[in-house]
């Protein structure tokens, strides 16, 4: 059995990483000998994944479209305890925070990274970011075709591209392959959609200018359908007219969102039109030998039948009452009969969401072993993915994740929140997140309340930058700082869902920490009270509008 | 201002020969002389008539499709980095090279330090002004930072997608 049933280097990448690893110790030798200032050394740490944050070094390590061996979820584990406290933390974009890194040490926190294949590369700077896709691709029911091909095409693309590695701000690129979108297509700088036309070719959406961030905006359609060869020369025109024209006078006006914004989508169309036809038929457009050998590497694994209905299952759901709240929340349908998608949930009660200990990762690493072809996912809802188990071991799957903690039966309810690191590490942050998300954790963590309430989406920013996508929470909390205060601002509506993407609505006066639960609650009682038969919390907000949850929320304060 | 080009082995400290010309200047019969981009558009024709190289000097706003007809009347073409950080060149730089196949110098000036001159010869710049310490030994070294590029470029190197390719078929056979 190969290692993994996804994008494996060969000597070519090994070479490029391991050489990336060389230049960067270099740089940092360099900065410690005092040869290059702060502002010179800032963007090439940051393009290594090195920031500085309010108390240390954070360290940010590429998985690429979410996609991770046991074998190197257990090296992870070892850098976060060698290089680190022990712990990391997952995050909204797929990739893996150690918090406590010191300079001196981040080579070879990177040459260990190196080791099994991984890399911290364009996880910040203003460049092209480490590519995000669907955690459920590969394994999906729903999807048309596994969009972490083209993820990984993408990836080596934009991987020290010359001309794009000084863009006017960061660039996102996120990838699903299913109409159920999971990776948020429309909240990101491009967005690609697959999909299969009347003529039923399979190409891509091309969304354009979405985000989140201080000015959120939905994103926009830039072409309806492109032939899936001509991917590379169609992004490296649109990113080519953004080098250009996005503006540069202002951070906080740089996104590509507000370049789309100012000239009108019609504009940008025709620009990177323009620009398209004359790279159309140079040296990027994809043969398809090329796209295959990818495809190859991401080749199903051979799944041996297994029972569809298993008996042991059926029993220990009438007598385990949280095993068949799990199987209700955690398991999704597999595109194989016989096996089902879990989640194991980083969000247990009280916990900060998305937070992994180093033994935990091990546990993980060892249970994908077991029980999922040794592969995990990392969702950009911060939760680990095992895509591949049996039905028939999923009430062992659910007995091992308890041992960790991560067999919580919560996942798309409502302590499953997204939250960002927010005060408590970040220095940007004006507010605390995680002590707010393990407020409200604690305060609903009846499982039988949270299955009642049932698919409601918290998500949680400690400021303006939102990084914890408050703006597409069904309800959104977003810290801010008044006078030394810190106060949350609450918003209801937000979806990140294909076709309903929505920013949510501010509901009124931003209230104080302590009040927060209490308003969280509120809310939920208007929803309870006034909900249809089959409504969720997001679908009565819009049917009844915000006016009814705010009077009852600020009553009650 | 030292002024680096790619030698064989190493990169080199030359002279510049070139006269930087104010735009109030008067434009001198002979010899080299580098304008701005205003002073090109207002007096091309009569920079064309003169028997010296000429040379322009783009603002990384400027539009460079506006050089296109004239890339092999050129010998010297400066792009701009106001700041490292500022990336807008870097496109003029390749529209130059690999669109209007200009052939002549392709300066980089401004904020040109030694960790960008890797990306800066892949976008087909051929020489340097820069500030720096330690320029000339690193831009002899940039071409070979990396064995493996992933993506073509104004270099001509082959990407590591070829390369497989290649290797498949050699296999193969």
Redesign the interface.
Same mark, same amino acid.
């Given at each position: 059995m190969p290692d993994t049933h996804f994008y494996r280097y060969d000597d070519y990448d090994r070479s490029l990483v391991s050489e990336r690893v060389d230049q960067f110790r270099d740089q940092v030798r360099r900065r410690l000998a005092g040869e290059l200032t702060e502002e010179q050394f800032k963007p090439l740490r940051l393009h290594n994944g090195l920031y500085l944050q309010l108390h240390a070094y954070m360290l940010r390590i590429a998985i690429p479209y979410g996609t991770l061996s046991s074998r190197q979820l257990r090296k992870l584990a070892d850098i976060s305890r060698k290089y680190d406290r022990g712990y990391g933390h997952f995050t909204t974009r797929q990739n893996l925070q150690l918090n406590w890194i010191k300079l001196e040490d981040a080579p070879d926190a990177l040459a260990a990274l190196a080791e099994v294949d991984m890399h911290a590369l364009q996880t910040s700077g203003n460049c092209i970011r480490n590519v995000t896709a669907d955690h459920f691709a590969g394994a999906a029911v729903d999807e048309i075709e596994d969009p972490r091909i083209w993820a990984e095409i993408v990836r080596q693309w934009s991987t020290l591209h010359p001309e794009f590695t000084f863009l006017p701000r960061k660039f996102k690129i996120a990838i699903t392959g299913s109409p159920n979108d999971r990776a948020a297509v429309r909240v990101h700088d491009i967005g690609l959609r697959l999909w299969r036309n009347a003529e039923g070719e399979v190409g891509f959406e091309v969304i354009v200018g979405g985000g989140l961030g201080r000015t959120p905006m939905i994103g926009k359609t830039l072409r309806e359908f492109l032939p899936k060869n001509e991917l590379l020369a169609y992004l490296e025109a649109t990113l080519r007219v953004y080098n250009r024209y996005g503006r540069r006078d202002n951070l906080y006006k740089a996104r590509i969102k507000i370049l789309v914004h100012e000239v009108g989508v019609e504009k940008m169309r025709a620009d990177v039109e323009a620009e398209y036809a004359e790279t159309r038929d140079g040296l990027l457009g994809l043969d398809n030998e090329t796209i295959e050998a990818i495809a190859r590497q991401f080749a199903p694994p051979e799944l041996p039948p297994r029972p569809e209905r298993v008996s042991a299952v059926e029993a220990l759901k009438l007598v385990d009452r949280d095993f068949a709240l799990w199987l209700k929340s955690n398991v999704a349908p597999h595109r194989v009969k016989g096996y089902a998608i879990v989640t194991a949930s980083l969000k247990p009660a009280g916990a900060p969401p998305g937070d992994a200990s180093a033994v935990q990762m091990e546990g993980m690493a060892d249970i994908a072993e077991a029980f999922s072809q040794a592969e995990l996912r990392v969702s950009h809802e911060q939760n680990l993915i095992l895509p591949h188990v049996a039905v028939e071991d999923l009430p062992t799957v659910y007995v091992a994740l308890g041992r960790l903690g991560f067999a919580e039966a919560n996942v798309g309810k409502i302590t499953d929140i997204i939250a960002c690191p927010g005060l408590d590490y970040c220095a940007l942050a004006n507010a605390r997140s995680i002590p707010v998300a393990q407020q409200i954790s604690n305060h609903f963590a009846s499982l039988a309340r949270q299955h009642d309430i049932g698919d409601l989406k918290i998500k949680i920013s400690g400021c303006i930058n939102a990084c914890g996508h408050h703006h597409v929470g069904h309800i959104g909390i977003l810290g801010v700082d008044k006078n030394g205060v810190e106060l949350y601002q609450i918003s209801l509506g937000g979806d990140v869902d294909f076709g309903k993407t929505a920013l949510g609505t501010i509901l009124g006066p931003a209230v104080t920490a302590d009040k927060v639960v209490d308003a969280v609650d509120s809310l939920v009682g208007t929803y309870l009270d006034t909900r249809a038969a089959g409504e969720r919390f997001v679908d009565t907000f819009r049917r009844i509008g915000a006016e009814p949850f705010k009077d009852r929320m600020y009553a009650a304060l | 201002m030292p002024l680096y080009r790619e030698a064989t082995s190493e990169a080199l400290i030359v002279e510049d020969p070139w006269l930087r010309l104010a735009d109030d200047a008067a434009v001198p019969a002979d010899g080299m002389v580098l304008v701005s981009f205003a002073r090109w558009r207002e007096a091309r024709a009569a920079l064309l008539a003169r028997r010296g190289p000429v040379g322009v000097a783009l603002a990384n706003t400027d539009p460079v499709e506006a050089l296109a007809p004239d890339v092999s009347r050129l010998d010297l073409v400066t792009l701009h980095f106001p700041k490292?950080?500022?990336?807008?060149a870097?496109?003029?730089a390749?529209l130059l090279r690999?669109?209007f196949a200009y052939q002549g110098e392709l300066r980089a000036t401004g904020g040109v @330090?030694q960790?960008?001159a890797?990306?800066?010869l892949?976008?087909g710049f051929d020489a340097f002004e820069s500030e720096q310490?330690?320029f000339g030994e690193a831009l002899a070294k940039a071409r070979t @930072?990396?064995?493996?590029?992933?993506?073509?470029?104004e270099d001509g190197r082959a990407?590591?997608? @070829? @390369?497989?390719?290649k290797r498949?078929n050699v296999l193969v056979s």
């Open positions: - | 490292f950080s500022d990336g807008r870097y496109s003029q390749r690999g669109r @330090l960790d960008q890797a990306f800066m892949r976008c310490k330690g @930072l990396f064995s493996i590029v992933y993506q073509p470029a990407p590591a997608s @070829l @390369l497989r390719l498949r």
